[in-house]
């Protein structure tokens, strides 16, 4: 047999380069299993969860989605800041939905324990602005 060939036999085998068999290194029920698309996404819940406790009643007419980056013209950033999150307003039959964009806010942050902060404070930011209220009213420990 040479290698980097099939065996003759047309068998396939899992090992095909002596590194082992290929497979999901982590089980699916740990928190790092599903990349960092999932991990941000269990981010968003539970900064969710935390201000549903004071703001259920408003945060039911609010639909909460997650982009990888945003879909605007880049003429747009001419300033210098990319868009971290965006408030689009009640229209037609859509809700009333706040977008955050992970790529740009992964990009600010230096680890697990910044990134659920900035996810959190840019999720109390875009409220703040929707309910016409200051963010340390949606969130006291806010401290921008």
Known sequence: MV???????GARRRDRR???LR?????????WAGGKAARFDR?????LARL??????????????????PNVDPASWEDGMVPL??????HGGQPTRITLYRRPIESRADGLAELAILVLDVLVEQLA????????????????
């Open 129 to 144: 602005h929707l309910l016409g209220r200051s963010p340390r009213d949606i969130d006291p420990g806010y401290d921008r």
């Open 43 to 47: 981010i968003v819940e539970g900064c």
């Open 23 to 31: 497979g999901p290194i982590l089980p699916p029920d740990l928190p």
């Open 3 to 9: 290698a980097g060939l099939p065996p003759r036999d």
């Open 18 to 20: 002596g590194r082992g």
């Open 85 to 90: 999150a965006h408030t689009f307003g009640r």
């Open 52 to 69: 549903e406790r004071s703001w259920s009643a408003q945060l039911r007419r609010i639909e909460v989605t997650v982009e990888e980056v």
